[in-house]
């Protein structure tokens, strides 16, 4: 199993251009989410899908939008970046979010994105 | 707002010795997650204590939960350079009517000196 991919892993965009991050995982999970971490702080949630064709909002969403039309796979859009979206994202998946499962979850490497 | 804080926000030690961290929460939680992160890469989950647990171990991990308190510790025994790392606590956010994820705290980072 390759666990949780992202790609790229780093990016730099111009002020105002838009890009989608990628996110796959190959654990059959149905809770997929999206974090984004700044310098000297913990993660915080942008997105996140309890399973293909649901998705909500997380603590910071303004700016990204995101899609879930398979169980594999869950896109994170910035649709028009700024400055503020410079940061490290990490996808992540589990089994499900909370409960009996636990709710483990398992990360991707991260995407560096640098806005400009 | 950040549920879970780690305390101290940095630690070095010596190999060898044992590394004690910390974590203070806000609201009730339904578990409480200890993930590691390595320089430049992604959480790598640890250790998770339920609500109704008061520790739990692995290897030379041990961490505590304390309700009461909202609190819960991270004890490292027999530290090794390769646990050289930022430590996070994450708590569950759910409460039935907000966003479903997990909260982190802002870490610790632990160095340990050879």
């Known amino acids: 199993n390759a666990g949780v991919t992202q790609t790229p892993k780093f990016q730099v965009l111009k002020t105002g251009q838009s890009m989608t991050l990628q996110c796959a995982q190959d654990?059959?999970?149905?809770?997929m989410s999206w974090y984004r971490q700044d310098p000297g702080m913990g993660l915080r949630l942008i997105h996140y899908?309890?399973?293909?064709?649901?998705?909500d909002q997380g603590e910071v969403p303004n700016g990204y939008n995101v899609s879930r039309s398979t169980t594999e796979d869950f896109p994170l859009r910035l649709l028009s970046a700024a400055p503020s979206q410079t940061s490290v994202y990490f996808c992540?998946?589990?089994?499900?979010?909370?409960?009996?499962?636990?709710?483990?979850?398992?990360f991707g490497p991260g995407t560096r994105l640098t806005v400009l | 707002s950040q549920q879970g804080e780690e305390d101290p926000q940095a630690l070095s030690i010596q190999e060898g010795e044992n590394a004690t961290m910390n974590c203070s929460y806000k609201?009730?939680?339904?578990?409480l997650q200890w993930y590691r992160q390595n320089s430049g890469r992604g959480l790598v989950h640890l250790i998770l204590?339920?609500?109704?647990?008061r520790e739990k171990h692995s290897g030379r991990l041990r961490v505590t939960l304390d309700t009461s308190k909202k609190s819960s510790s991270l004890l490292i025994t027999a530290s090794r350079a390769a646990d050289t790392a930022s430590y996070f606590c994450?708590?569950?956010?759910?409460?039935?009517?907000?966003?479903?994820?997990?909260?982190f705290g802002k870490g610790t980072h632990l160095i340990i000196q050879p």
């Open positions: 204590i339920r609500s109704n647990e």
């Open positions: 994450a708590t569950d956010m759910y409460s039935g009517g907000g966003a479903d994820g997990l909260t």
């Open positions: 609201t009730s939680i339904n578990n």
């Open positions: 654990m059959n999970h149905e809770y």
């Open positions: 899908s309890v399973g293909a064709g649901i998705t």
């Open positions: 992540a998946s589990s089994y499900e979010p909370r409960g009996l499962a636990g709710g483990e979850q398992f």
